[in-house]
């Protein structure tokens, strides 16, 4: 073969640029079917003196390719691997990337906050159901159907003559039907009053309800466990007050409220919740369901006391939202504000 012609294979074998393209030129020469190969066949016409000189020849010329592809090969197989470590590289010097993840909504917060405050003094947390009905959100509370005090609680009545709870006291009935004293409890929860919204009133917003029913309990129990939380919500020197209020599920009744002042040097008493003592026609209705079920009247001769607090309002007072339409807008500029530093991962933390 004459020289130009090896030199024109070396740089085909040259010119390949990945591994396969260079086993493809490899074959097109030094195959079973190559050209090199088909010379050698040939060589059985030949004389042996043109054999022998033919034969070292194309020996010269097989080396010599196979060297170059044996060379190219291993430069190719150089650069995929460093391709393949670049590709993969990971720069341990560049900052973490950080996926904000969602926080605790700011009411699940307080809410989870008064559990535990409450849980320190031995409360045990239960779930009442939203859709309640007449009977528990109201008769047995000693609110029949003809008294005024229903206009107190604006409701959404459902087809079935169900209604959407217009607070968490039904939960009181339904814990004292299944339990015997001494309990106390609290129930959060979402609560629903077909009124108008403004800055400080919503139709659905949530409820803490407490109840605690034993022998000898006085209102000053009451008023020592509303000053405990309200010192845990907003500081140990927080001055709470109460005030005189109806409810007919209580007797005496009172709304309490706490003495809030702002850094802008505004303040004023503002309402938490209502509470009182609870009713002793609560504690006969009670029993009156109880004996219907087959159980025993255990109440009568009771004393106990309950309260609800807003749990919206606690929220707007700890933090100074001025508007509680801002918790439901779901505007992650306000939500974002209250949520913890602790809830922000960054990537290695997660992985
Ligand atoms: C009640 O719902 C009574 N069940 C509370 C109670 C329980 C009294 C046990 C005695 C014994 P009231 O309607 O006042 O009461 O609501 C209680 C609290 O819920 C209010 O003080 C206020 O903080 C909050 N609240 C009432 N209406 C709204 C509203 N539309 N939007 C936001 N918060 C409200």
Redesign the pocket.
């Given at each position: 073969m004459q020289h130009e012609a090896q030199n024109e294979i070396l740089d085909e074998i040259l010119a390949s640029s990945s591994l396969e393209e260079l086993q493809t030129v490899k074959t097109k020469y030094l195959g079973k079917n190559g050209l090199v190969t088909s010379q050698l066949k040939e060589m059985g016409k030949l004389s042996p003196e043109e054999r022998k000189a033919k034969g070292a020849e194309i020996n010269a010329l097989k080396t010599s390719l196979e060297g170059a592809v044996e060379a190219r090969k291993e430069v190719l197989e150089q650069a995929a691997l460093e391709a393949k470590l670049h590709s993969e590289a990971i720069d341990v010097t560049l900052p973490a990337l950080h996926f904000p993840v969602g926080g605790l909504h700011i009411i699940s917060r307080i809410l989870a906050d008064l559990e535990g405050m409450f849980g320190r003094l031995g409360y045990r947390t239960v779930l009442g159901q939203e859709v309640e009905d007449d009977l528990h959100n109201f008769d047995a509370l000693n609110i029949p159907w003809f008294h005024p005090a229903r206009d107190?609680?604006d409701t959404f009545w459902m087809t079935d003559g169900r209604l959407l709870r217009?607070?968490?006291?039904p939960m009181?009935i339904r814990y004292m039907l299944e339990h015997t004293a001494p309990l106390r409890i609290t129930v959060p929860g979402k609560?629903y009053?077909y009124?108008a919204?403004d800055a400080?009133?919503?139709?659905m917003?949530h409820?803490l309800?407490?109840?605690l029913v034993g022998d000898n309990i006085r209102m000053s129990d009451l008023k020592g466990t509303i000053a405990e939380i309200a010192r845990g919500l907003f500081g140990p020197s927080t001055k709470v007050r109460f005030q005189p209020?109806y409810?007919p599920?209580?007797e005496p009744?009172a709304?309490f409220s706490v003495w809030w002042e702002n850094p802008r040097g505004e303040s004023k008493w503002l309402?938490?919740?209502?509470?009182?003592m609870v009713h002793p026609s609560v504690f006969r209705a009670v029993d009156d369901l109880r004996e219907a079920l087959g159980k025993p009247r255990t109440y009568e001769g009771k004393t106990g006391?309950?309260?609800?607090?807003?749990a919206?309002?606690?929220a707007m007072l700890k933090y100074g939202i001025p508007d509680?339409r801002y918790f439901y807008q779901n505007d992650l500029k306000v939500l974002g504000q209250f949520r913890g530093e602790l809830e922000t991962l960054s990537i290695l933390e997660a992985l």
């Open positions: 107190l609680w217009t607070h968490t006291s009181q609560v009053r009124e919204t400080t009133h919503e139709s917003f409820q309800e407490g109840l209020s409810y599920f209580v009744g709304d309402e938490l919740g209502g509470c009182g006391f309950a309260f609800g607090l807003g919206e309002r606690i509680i």
